[in-house]
Structures are given as structure tokens and as C-alpha cells.
């Protein structure tokens, strides 16, 4: 059987996850905005229909909302990462081999089902994942996954394919290539379009059809890969097991300035917190810990400041109070007082690391060892608590507590963690 790998992704995901908990929403323009109430970051079709762009601010569209009955929401991301987790588990209920691709697109491979009838697989899917999730998705289906990408994007875009694209005939598959733009190919970007029209390209095919050479000059291997992946050559195999991470980072915006010492540092403590989560999920440690914080551009007329700093550890760790210690050392060593009367206000913090390693095959230190048997229970016992009461039922008390933390990200307009908080649980309440 003939080589074949399905995209299927969900449709305005976080907004579909919305509307799963509030049927009421079915028909109704609704947008997610990014953290602290941002911008728009997912927008349903009828949000789109009344001209609302990605990434448009909401105090642009604030007005605009209100007046159309626009329903707007702040980011939940512990319910879409939930849904997307319980979406996955479908997926692999129809195929062995799923890759994870983002938190709304997973790559199936369909090679061992045959080719006549991977189209009504997907229909069933896309069915399966709508009646146990409530989550509508698109699924398309190609020989390579550049060619599935593609799918998945006319299934989206032409409504009488009901949801599902299938460009594994190869003549097919040639009639479609010649009439969409070079643009809508995964992994072009501006300045590779730019390039591309420089040559004569315009449609898909004229892409396809291109000597791989001249391409690979301008565009890197990347390009040459999408030519041969175009052609229906696989250059991109599923990645059944993520990547080791090398890198971890944790910032944020705050929801309010801050201009003092102590603040500051329960701030970069809060994200030294939830770095150590990370890390110890991944069974990793880092030997290195970059702390920043900034002023914003915005706030025109005050006094401007940036500063970053990396602290040291003894020995790769992901305990979360030397981390948080750490971190605290970072603030000390480049915090001043403003020298005028006005204060600098610090718009942005952050915790970052690059030489992540795992832990258990990492060197001790000769001095300054840290007391691993020691951390290592109290962190499980630390994790397991928030894992079973929710994130902050258990921090250091440097992070302090999230509901008393003044310069938390805002989530004003934020839907009830239904899937994952014993409280926000959703209640039915009997008709009398």
C-alpha cells in the first residue's frame, strides 16, 4: 500500500473548546485574546466575517465587540491543553503512530489502511473526535506531510469536501496544485515569497516543478525538501517521541507595573516555580539560570531600563528552590533605584535556560553539591499535590500566593477550567 499521513487539526480551536462547555455560543462570533487581554488570538468564522484580524488589539476591537454581540474570551490554557490531550487520545484509538504537532494539529500515518478507504477513516474520525470531544476538525490526507498540510487546508477552505481532503491520486492532486498560491504552502514564509515571486513563481505547481538547485541556493535544504515533498516524496518522517528539549523559558507580562525590590522578585520566583515543573516533567536539569525584566516602550515619557543577568548553580538541578534561589540572585545583582523621582516600571520578567541535560545522567559537583535525596521527594510530593488540587495549591512562599500576586497575568474574561478544577466543575441544575 502506498505511502499516506493525515493532518487533522481543530477548527478555531480555542474557541471550538469554548463552545464545547457553552452551547450557547454555536453561531455566535466569539474571539480567545492572548495573556493580560491582549490581541485576538483565534477567531471563529463569524468573528472573521466581521472583518476582526489575527492578533488585532482589543482595545481596537473593544467597541466593535459590544456592538456585533461578539462573545470574547481570555486565554484558558489549561482547558485547551486538556482538550487537546483527550482530542489525541482519539487519534490513536485510528492509527499507531501519531506525531503531536501543536496543541490543535497532530500528523496520523494511514499507510496501512487502504486507499479506498482512508476517506471515510477520516470522515469517521472527524465524527468520533466531534461526538466524545465536541471538537469539529478538518483532516487532510497526502503522501508526505507538507502534501497533508495542503489537504487539510482545501478541506478547510472548500465546504462540499465535508471536512475532508484526500491528495493522494497523484492526478488529482495536480489539478489542485495548479490553482492555489505558492503562499499557502507549509513552511513558506514573506522573505522565502518574496524570493519565489522573483523567480515567476505564483502557483503551487510552478514550485513543484522548479530544479531543486537554485531553490536550495536561495532557501536553504528547506526549500529543496518542500519541492521534493511537493512531488510526493517523503523528506519529513512522523516524530513518533518529542525532542529532548535544550531550551526552557517562562515569561510574562505583568497585568500592572512594578517598581519595588520585593515585587520583583516574587515575580521571577513565580517563574522559577513553574520552570522547575517544567524540567522535572521532563526528568532534565540546568546548570544556568538567565533572569531579565524590562520597562515597555509604550509607556511613553518614563524613564527606560533592560537589564539580564545569568546565575550559575553548582550542578545540574530542577529543584525549585535552588532555582528560585537563583533567580533571586539574578534580581539582586541588577536591580538599582531609578536616580530621578520617577520610579522605573517594569512591564516584563522572565527565567530562562539553554543547557538543559537529563538529570540522572548529569555530573555532581565536587563542592557545593546540592542534596538531591532530599529534593527529590519533596518535589514529587510538591508536584502531586498540584497535579491532584490544581496548579498553586502548593508554592514556595517566595512565589506566593497566585490570588494575592497584584502583578499576575489578567484573565478577565476567562471560561472555568471545567476539565481540570474540582471547583469550576460545570453544575447542572434540575428544571422545577
Keep these: 500500500m502506498s505511502r499516506a499521513i493525515a493532518l487533522i487539526d481543530g477548527n478555531s480551536f480555542y474557541c471550538s473548546c469554548e463552545?464545547?462547555?457553552?452551547?450557547k455560543l454555536a453561531g455566535v462570533p466569539v474571539i480567545v485574546l492572548s495573556n493580560n487581554d491582549g490581541c485576538a488570538v483565534a477567531r471563529t468564522a463569524e468573528a472573521k466575517a466581521l472583518g476582526i484580524k489575527m492578533g488585532e488589539p482589543w482595545f481596537k476591537i473593544r467597541d466593535l465587540c459590544k456592538r456585533e454581540g461578539v462573545r470574547a474570551f481570555s486565554s484558558n490554557y489549561t482547558l485547551y491543553g486538556d482538550m487537546s490531550a483527550r482530542a489525541n487520545a482519539v487519534y490513536r484509538d485510528f492509527s499507531p503512530a501519531v506525531e503531536i504537532y501543536s496543541i490543535?494539529?497532530?500528523?496520523l500515518d494511514l499507510s496501512d489502511v487502504r486507499e479506498d478507504r482512508r476517506v471515510e477513516l477520516a470522515r469517521d474520525l472527524r465524527a468520533t473526535v466531534r461526538a466524545w470531544t465536541g471538537i469539529p476538525t478538518c483532516v487532510g490526507i497526502g503522501p508526505t506531510k507538507t502534501l497533508a498540510k495542503l489537504a487539510n487546508h482545501i478541506a478547510k477552505t472548500i465546504p462540499d469536501l465535508g471536512g475532508v481532503c484526500d491528495l493522494s491520486d497523484e492526478d488529482e492532486r495536480a489539478a489542485w496544485l495548479c490553482r492555489i498560491h505558492v503562499g499557502e504552502v507549509w513552511g513558506i514564509g514573506r522573505a522565502s515569497l518574496a524570493k519565489l515571486e522573483a523567480m515567476g513563481v505564483d502557483s503551487i505547481a510552478d514550485l513543484r516543478d522548479l530544479d531543486p538547485r537554485p531553490v536550495r541556493k536561495a532557501m536553504t535544504v528547506v526549500g529543496e525538501r518542500i519541492i521534493y515533498e511537493l512531488r510526493g516524496v517523503c523528506c519529513l518522517p512522523l516524530e513518533l517521541m518529542p525532542a529532548q528539549r535544550k531550551g526552557c523559558a517562562v515569561t510574562r507580562s505583568f497585568s500592572s507595573r512594578i517598581e519595588d525590590?520585593?515585587?520583583m522578585e516574587q515575580a521571577v520566583s513565580a517563574h522559577a516555580t513553574r520552570m522547575g515543573e517544567k524540567l522535572r516533567r521532563g526528568g532534565l536539569g540546568t546548570t544556568h539560570v538567565s533572569v531579565f525584566y524590562h520597562t515597555s516602550e509604550h509607556d511613553r515619557g518614563?524613564?527606560?531600563?533592560?537589564?539580564?543577568?545569568?546565575?550559575t548553580l553548582p550542578e545540574a538541578t530542577n529543584d525549585t528552590l535552588a532555582l528560585i534561589k537563583a533567580a533571586r540572585e539574578g534580581v539582586s545583582r541588577t536591580w538599582r533605584e531609578a536616580p530621578g523621582d520617577r520610579p522605573w516600571r517594569y512591564s516584563k520578567a522572565g527565567v530562562i535556560t539553554t543547557d538543559l541535560k537529563l538529570l540522572e545522567e548529569s555530573q555532581r559537583a565536587l563542592i557545593g553539591q546540592l542534596d538531591r535525596?532530599?529534593?527529590?521527594p519533596?518535589?514529587?510530593a510538591m508536584d502531586e499535590c498540584n497535579r491532584r488540587f490544581g496548579r498553586g495549591a502548593v508554592v514556595p512562599a517566595r512565589a506566593g500566593l497566585e490570588k494575592k500576586r497584584t502583578w499576575s497575568t489578567k484573565f478577565e474574561m476567562r471560561s472555568p477550567r471545567y476539565t481540570t478544577q474540582v471547583s469550576e466543575l460545570p453544575t447542572a441544575h434540575?428544571?422545577?
Design 19 to 23: 463552545r464545547v462547555f457553552d452551547p
Design 373 to 376: 535525596e532530599r529534593s527529590a
Design 261 to 263: 525590590r520585593a515585587t
Design 302 to 311: 518614563d524613564p527606560m531600563r533592560s537589564v539580564s543577568t545569568t546565575v
Design 430 to 432: 434540575a428544571i422545577p
Design 104 to 107: 490543535d494539529e497532530s500528523f
Design 378 to 380: 519533596l518535589m514529587a
